[in-house]
C-alpha cells in the first residue's frame, strides 16, 4: 500500500506563492511519474502538472504555465509544487498521485489533498 503524505497548503492573498510537497512511501514497485491535481470547490477533480521520475519531462495545465513549476527529490521520494503569483481561481484541494511504471500506466494511487485557498 502506497502512503501519500502532502503538505504546504494553506491560505494566501491573490500575488502570493506556496509550495507543496508530497512524500511517498512503503511502495514496492517502480515509480514512473509523480504529478499534482486540483479540486476547486463544486468541480471536478483535474491535471496541474506532472514529471516523470528521471526529471527529465514536465508537462502543466495551461492555467498554471509559468506560475507554477514541478520538481522531484529522488533520494527524498518527493514531489514539489512551486506556485507562483497565486489567483483565487487556484484555490482548491491540490492532491498527489503517482503513476505506477507498469502495464497501463495510470494514476493508481492518491493522496489525501491539502487546502489552497487564495484570497483577492
Known amino acids: 500500500q502506497v502512503q501519500l503524505v502532502e503538505s504546504g497548503g494553506g491560505s494566501v492573498q491573490a500575488g502570493g506563492s506556496l509550495r507543496l510537497s508530497c512524500t511517498a512511501s512503503?511502495?514496492?514497485?517502480?515509480?514512473?511519474?509523480m504529478g499534482w491535481f486540483r479540486q476547486p470547490p463544486g468541480k471536478e477533480r483535474h491535471f496541474v502538472a506532472d514529471i516523470n521520475w528521471s526529471g527529465d519531462s514536465t508537462d502543466y495545465a495551461d492555467s498554471v504555465k509559468g506560475r507554477f513549476t514541478i520538481s522531484r527529490d529522488i533520494a527524498k521520494n518527493t514531489v514539489y509544487l512551486q506556485m507562483n503569483s497565486l489567483k483565487p481561481e487556484d484555490t482548491a484541494v491540490y492532491y498527489c498521485?503517482?503513476?505506477?511504471?507498469?502495464?497501463?500506466?495510470?494514476?493508481?494511487?492518491w493522496g489525501q489533498g491539502t487546502q489552497v485557498t487564495v484570497s483577492s
Open positions: 498521485a503517482v503513476k505506477p511504471d507498469t502495464a497501463g500506466r495510470q494514476w493508481d494511487y
Open positions: 512503503r511502495y514496492t514497485f517502480a515509480i514512473y511519474a
